[in-house]
């Protein structure tokens, strides 16, 4: 399983952006896999954003909730992090992951259980 992030960039306070990660390999369907969103921010430690679990339900850090959406495309093969509101402290390297439903990690750690993980897009936030 290969995953590829895009869409960083830079965006002003407020601003939003739309993050992708675009996932290949045999037969891959984001169905089979729990996902999520973690960022890390140079000198700090690295944290989960948001994260779908072997349930379905999305759940989100309480820094993003209201202004983050976690979402695939209908074909299962793309994962999306739609931000909105964005603010300074918002600005960091964004990563996609995933891992098989059977082999999900449940604590509040997860991002360093995933099996998958790609390499990242920047997100840089202007004032």
């Known amino acids: 399983v290969q995953l590829v992030e895009s869409g960083g960039g830079t965006v002003q306070v407020g601003g939003s952006l739309r993050l992708s990660c675009a996932a290949s390999g045999s037969s891959f369907s984001f169905s089979n896999y729990c996902v999520g969103w973690f960022r890390q921010a140079p000198g700090k430690e690295r944290e989960g954003v948001a994260r779908?679990?072997?349930?379905?339900?999305?759940i989100y850090a309480d820094s993003v909730k209201g202004r983050f959406t976690i979402s695939e495309d209908n074909a299962e093969t793309t994962l999306y992090l739609q931000m909105n509101s964005l603010k300074a402290e918002d600005a960091a390297m964004y990563y996609c992951?995933?891992?098989?439903?059977?082999?999900?990690?449940?604590?509040?750690?997860?991002?360093?259980?995933?099996?998958?993980r790609g390499k990242g897009t920047l997100v840089t936030v202007s004032s």
């Open positions: 992951a995933a891992s098989p439903r059977s082999s999900c990690p449940s604590s509040s750690l997860w991002y360093y259980g995933m099996d998958y």
């Open positions: 779908v679990d072997r349930s379905g339900t999305s």
